[in-house]
Structure formats: C-alpha cells, structure tokens
C-alpha cells in the first residue's frame, strides 16, 4: 500500500531527490523509475541551454494546425532530452533553500479561456474561442506526446482570475476561500470545457485541477466536475494532479477525484501534506476506500508504460539542479558545496528556426496605410520604444520579482509573460540587435531612443535628420500571481505614440504584450501601420524583422477581439476589500454564459470592436466565391448521439464523427504571395435553442498558402459536436431542428459567403 501511496504523493516513499519541480517516487520492482516533472507551457522553466518558445496566445494567433503541431513536438524533444517526464507547475522559491524538487509534465493551457482579458495568465492559453482553443489543444498535445513526454493539461476549469486564487488567513483565524467561478452547466460544456475534451480526445495523460473553486466547491475536489464530467460523460483515463498547494484536505479531495497531490510530501516548500501518510492513514480507517486508492495508482501509472517511458528514458540532466537554484535564489552563501557546477546539456537543436517562423506567423498586421508594410528601399530609421533592447535584468525575470512588479522591467524586450509560464533565456535575438543588422546590410542609418519617458515628452534632440521611417516598440507585462491593473500598454506608451506620430509622418508601432491592449491612437493618421506581435519567444527580433521587410508575410489572425475601450472587454476582474471577512464573498456568477468576446459584439448590437476576432490584414488580398458546397456525409442529420457506438475518451464516440463536408474557393487577388485564413462560423437557430445561445461561433479554419492569382479549395469538416448545444435537462449533445446557417469569411465581420442546412 506504501508504493501506492507513493505513486499519488509528491516527494513521498524516499529515494533520491531530482532537481525538478514535482516528483513520483520509483518502484524499482516495477520497472517504474518515478516521474520528474516541470514547468512549463513554453519551454523547460528554470533551464539553461534551452529554447523560450512563443506563448499560447502567440501560438494561436497563427491560425496554423502545423506550426501547433511542430511547437508542441518541439517543446517535448526539449523536455525529454532534460530528463523530464511530464511538462507543469510553479515551485514556492523558499522551499529552494533546503530541497530540492522534481519536475512534472509539459502543460498546454486552456484554462483561463480569457473571459477577462486583464486576467494574469491569459497568454499561457489559446484564447477565448473554445473551437480555437481546442484544435490548439490538440495539436499540442499530440506533438508533445509523440516524443513520448507526458502532457498535464491545465487549469481546469474557470480558472479566470489569479485574484484571490488561493484561501487566504485572517489574523483572528478566519479562512477567506478562494474565488469561485460560479458556471452554469451550459457555459461549462460549451465554452470552458470544449478544448479539455479535445486534449483528453488527443490522449493527454494528466489534467492538472486549479486552485480557484467551482460553484463553490475547490476544484481538486469537485466531483462533478473531476468525476461525473472528467472520467465519466469524457472517459478520461489519466491522472488528475493538484496545481501546486490546492489540495486542502485528505478525504474530500481523495473521494472527489483528485488522483495526486503536488508538491505532496516536501514540508520545505511550505505546503502542507494531506496525502501521504494522512492518505494512508484514511484508507487503513476505510474514509477513503482501497478501491479508490488502487484507480489513483493505476491512471498515474498507465500513461508512464503507454508512452513507453520505462524504456531508454534519458536521465535528469545534472546542470538542473544548479540552474534551479541560481534562478530562484541568485548566487547565496548557502549554495556553498552543494553543486558542483556543470555544463548543461543543449537540447535547443535547430528549434530556433521553427520559433522564428512562428513568431513571425503569430504577427497580426491591424493596419497598414497605403502599403507602408512591408519596407523596400528606406534608408533613414528611429527605432523608439523601451521594447527594443536586450532586457536590463538580464537573461530571467522570475518570481518573485516578476510577480512584485506589476508593469515588469522597464527596459528590454519582451518575448514572454511572467510566473511558472516564464523562462530562461540562453540565447535571445532582440529587435534592436535583429534590425540594426538589416538596415546595416541595406546601407542604411538607424537613430536611437529607448527612454519611454523621453519620447512622451517630446524629447527629440537627439534625432537629426527627421527619418523616413520611425519604428516604435511598445509592450504590455503579464504574469502568474497578479491581474493586469488595466489594458493599456505600460511605460507611458500612449503619449510615446503620439509624439513620435507629431514627430514622425511615417509612424509604425509595434506592441509585443499578453493579447488585448487598447489603442486609443490606432486612428492617428500618421500612424501608418499598427503589427501586434504578441510574446513570439527568443527569436523576437527576428521574427519581426521578417515581416517588417516582407520576408515573411504577416499571416497572423486576432484570436481575440481588441475593444474600443475596457468597458466592451468582457466581465471585470472580481476585487473586494482587503477587510473582507465573508469566508464565501470570493464568488462570481459568469451571468454573461458564453457571450465573451466576438459572441459578445455579436449579441450587444451598436457595439463594435476596433479589430474584431479574426482579423488580419496581409500584404497581399484575397477573395472567396460566394457560392459554398456543403455535402452531409450520411445524407441527413440525426438530432441525437448514437449512443451504440459507445464512448471513448473526449466523450460520445459519434460526437467526433464527420457529419457534414464544407467546401470554397478562395483566390489571391493580389500582387505577391500570401496565405489566406478563411474561417467557418455556424449559427444554430434561435427559435429552437435555449436562451443563451450565440449568434454564431466558430466551427473550422484553415490556412491557405496562394501563389499570386492562384485559387485553392478551403475544405472544412463538420463534426457532430459542431452542431450541437447542451441539452441540461437530458445531459446531452443535441443538434437543434430548424435551419442552421452556415457562414464563411475572413473575420468574425468580414463574412462573404453562407447557406443552410435542414434538420
């Protein structure tokens, strides 16, 4: 029963101890070596000789199934060649002065979706769209896995705040309980819940339980949710892990569905243990049942052999441990004889490349004047913006700073958001460094100003002559632990715009930042082009760089909407009184169901975006015929699941089933190369659908790379799940009678084609 316990309690049953951030002791007899797991979404965390690769909201921005793919694929070379067998979570710096942890699994994040766009953690995930966040998901767990790394995916669910994520302690005693996301049962399988089916679909071996509660319930004890929905309606084989620190009791969480508990059983990192020998203790008294014991240990143990980890598995890379420390804790006294400092391995291979490429695809052209973009034969450059060069802290902004300073450092680029999602950089290629070696190869001069404050002011003196070009760098910090204080750019960045457009006729601003900030100087006729590149990785500079000058062409889509103002930008972050002593006054009604977003402008009629979901331009134009084929593959469509063909993890096995065939000609009207996105909306029927449902939501896309003048087929393959809504009463998928629209564009706006189908 010990090594049982073992196998659900971090850091228990002995051993040595690995430098990770979450470990699994072996059981030798079983040819089972333990797991080592780590941070985090985009890259090996607190690594050295590693790869930052882009955020999630950068990855979706490509609207690009093969750049997800290769990422993810990437990603788990890196994680495996260190020695780490799951990709997740976020260690408590103190406990670093006197152990050290193990790792665990490579997290894709869906969870916040971004229901606010100022919440902290928004661009470690897909965006608010679940269709786009799922196929994300997808991709990403598939290309991780098939290296044979375990994928955690987290935080399930309604994770949307980092506001009060944790109980907190009165003086007088009183626990104050986390936020609690209080979610219809409709909003929850529609929305929140619709890219975990697609990563259980895709085989994910763990899902990782978030700190917040539920309709009052703490998610890593919520059986509704982590059993009635998770391994039951989706069949879930895996292991459900405990985000760091949110297990807060033994029984409750054990019977709810919690199958691990991290950090578990490492008292350093100032988490109490409520399983371990508390867990051993409950199944002895019979509390917890044996039976309930032995399912934990067998889906911890079934993804380990599935993904054939016991054979050949490399070993923990021995430079981990030092590098942990040195990153949490800088070079102390007390490190002294406990490491022997050694090279790391290198496992970066060729991986800047696809970074690169990504980075550059995840780049959203918003605006573009008269082809200002992509620059030809200027010779005459500013760069302005204290987002150009390498970052002044050097090569890491972790916690805790990174969670104590809310507008981040003030000067350097910003390739990733901060927290257990942020990372070293070995090598990183600033856009000051990549630009200033491309205008040098053109023969031109470039003209320096960094000092946000100097440039709001007006402080030109130092540029003479006025250049042709001014190339202005603005960015927005994000980061685990804290929500965004507002939407706006930081460091002064308005007043940087405008007097860098009074200044400059020919105006390009370029934002790097965690997915929405507002742009109240977007209409300023002497900012000519507007690119919203997100937090694309190491290569920042270079991804830029190529689109700047045409090299690539921006092919990046919103996967959000960017708001006038915060006032259209979905629900408020939650924020009572430091005084409050209502142990249950954390809670939030999601009242506004699935109408987030561009489900939001669609049904609040007289609102519109500045830059509407799915936007983009190129550098190049396309057109698509108005007339679409649609071909339903077994004729007619059945209201209801077939339930005779059983179920299979992701849920009902004909939910997955093709149901219908859209097809449309796209062409590239332009002058050069360029690739479209053409993206499939579908509109169920009011008359026959419950209050609440959406004008339309997003139902495919696909990424068309078109020669000049060429015309290529967009083909759109229609699930049974993309058809339908949530029945509350039956507990079921059903897909409306009546007419269901379907409609085809560039934009949730730009629409240029539609047609029906019948049920």
């Not at 994520?165 to 003086?171: A, I, L, Q, S, V």
């Not at 902004?397 to 003030?410: K, L």
């Not at 249950?584 to 009604?589: C, H, I, S």
């Not at 059903?734 to 085809?744: F, S």
Request: with cysteine; aromatic share 8%.
């Amino acid at each position: 029963m010990s090594e049982k316990i073992g196998l659900v309690t971090g850091s228990y049953g002995g051993g040595p101890v690995l430098p990770c951030v979450g470990t699994l002791a072996a059981v030798e007899r079983l040819n089972y070596t333990g797991l080592c797991m780590s941070d985090g979404p985009n890259g090996v965390n607190r690594a050295d000789s590693v790869s930052v690769f882009a955020s999630g909201i950068t990855v979706a921005a490509t609207w690009d199934r093969r750049l997800m793919y290769e990422r993810g694929f990437a990603l788990g070379e890196e994680f495996r060649m260190k020695g780490v067998h799951v990709l997740l979570g976020y260690v408590n710096p103190s406990a670093l002065h006197s152990q050290i942890l193990d790792s665990q699994p490579c997290r894709p994040s869906t969870g916040p979706m971004g229901r606010h766009p100022r919440g902290g953690r928004g661009w470690e995930g897909f965006g608010p769209d679940p269709y786009l966040a799922g196929i994300a998901m997808n991709e990403s767990v598939t290309g991780i896995e098939s290296t044979g790394v375990q994928t955690s995916s987290k935080h399930y669910i309604g994770n949307e705040q980092e506001t009060q994520r944790n109980p907190g302690t009165k003086d007088d005693g009183t626990v104050i309980e986390a936020i609690s996301a209080n979610i219809d049962d409709r909003t929850l399988h529609e929305l929140y819940l619709w890219p975990f089916a697609n990563a259980i679909q895709a085989g994910t071996a763990s899902v990782m339980c978030a700190y917040s509660r539920l309709n009052q319930t703490y998610s890593c004890a919520n059986s509704e949710i982590l059993s009635t929905i998770l391994k039951n309606e989706l069949a879930f084989p895996g292991y459900v892990v405990s985000d760091f620190g949110a297990t807060h009791s033994t029984v409750d969480f054990a019977e709810g569905g919690l199958d691990m508990e991290m950090p578990g059983n490492v008292t350093a990192a100032g988490f109490p243990c409520y399983f371990g020998d508390r867990l051993l203790e409950a199944v002895q008294a019979n509390t917890v049942s044996e039976e309930r014991l032995e399912d934990m240990a067998r889906r911890v143990m079934t993804p380990y052999f599935r993904l054939h980890q016991d054979k050949e598995f490399p070993m923990v890379d021995p430079a981990t441990g030092p590098t942990l420390f040195v990153t949490q804790l800088g070079h102390v006294s007390s490190m002294a004889g406990m490491f022997t400092e050694v090279p790391a391995i290198d496992v970066r291979a060729d991986h800047a490349r696809g970074i690169r490429e990504l980075g550059a695809a995840g780049t959203v052209l918003l605006k573009n004047v008269n082809g200002t973009l992509p620059l030809t034969n200027q010779t005459s450059f500013a760069l302005f913006g204290n987002g150009l060069p390498d970052p002044t802290i050097g090569s890491a902004f972790v916690p805790p700073r990174a969670e104590d300073v809310p507008e981040g450092y003030e000067i350097g680029t910003l390739d990733i958001g901060g927290g257990s999602g942020s990372m070293r950089h070995t090598n990183l290629v600033s856009p000051l460094e990549a630009i200033r070696a491309k205008v040098k190869s053109l023969g031109g001069r470039v003209q320096l100003l960094f000092d946000n404050n100097e440039i709001a002011a007006g402080r030109f003196t130092t540029i003479y002559p006025t250049p042709q070009v001014c190339l202005l760098f603005l960015k927005a910090w994000a980061t685990e632990g804290a929500d965004r204080p507002d939407l706006n750019l930081q460091w002064n960045a308005t007043m940087a715009v405008e007097s860098t457009a009074a200044l400059c006729p020919n105006t390009i601003v370029v934002t790097h930042g965690p997915g929405v900030v507002l742009m109240p100087w977007a209409n300023n006729e002497n900012v000519t082009a507007i690119l919203a590149a997100h937090y694309p990785g190491e290569e920042i500079g270079n991804s830029i760089t190529d689109v700047l000058w045409g090299t690539v062409e921006p092919s990046g889509r919103l996967p959000y909407s960017i708001p006038k103002d915060e006032s259209d930008a979905g629900p408020p972050i939650l924020v009572l009184p430091a005084n409050t002593t209502d142990p249950e006054a954390w809670a939030e009604d999601f009242v506004e169901g699935q109408m987030i977003d561009y489900r939001y402008f669609d049904a609040n009629q007289g609102k519109e975006p500045l830059y509407e979901f799915g936007y983009g331009l190129s550098y190049t134009e396309f057109d698509m015929a108005p007339g679409l084929n649609v071909q339903l593959t077994a004729g007619s469509l059945n209201q209801h699941v077939n339930k005779s063909m059983g179920i299979a993890p992701g849920g009902m096995v004909d939910l997955w089933t093709n149901v219908a065939v859209v097809t449309v000609n796209v062409t590239n009207t332009g002058d050069r190369a360029g690739a479209a996105v053409p993206q499939l909306y579908v509109s169920l029927p009011q008359d026959t659908t419950p209050p609440g449902t959406p004008v339309k939501v997003l139902r495919g896309f696909n990424k068309l790379h078109l020669r000049k003048g060429e015309t290529k087929q967009a083909t759109f393959a229609l699930m049974r799940r993309d058809l339908s809504y949530w029945d509350v009463q039956d507990k079921e998928w059903v897909i409306p009678g009546g007419q269901i629209t379907l409609l085809l564009g560039f934009s949730s706006k730009d629409l240029r084609a539609n047609t029906t189908i019948s049920v």
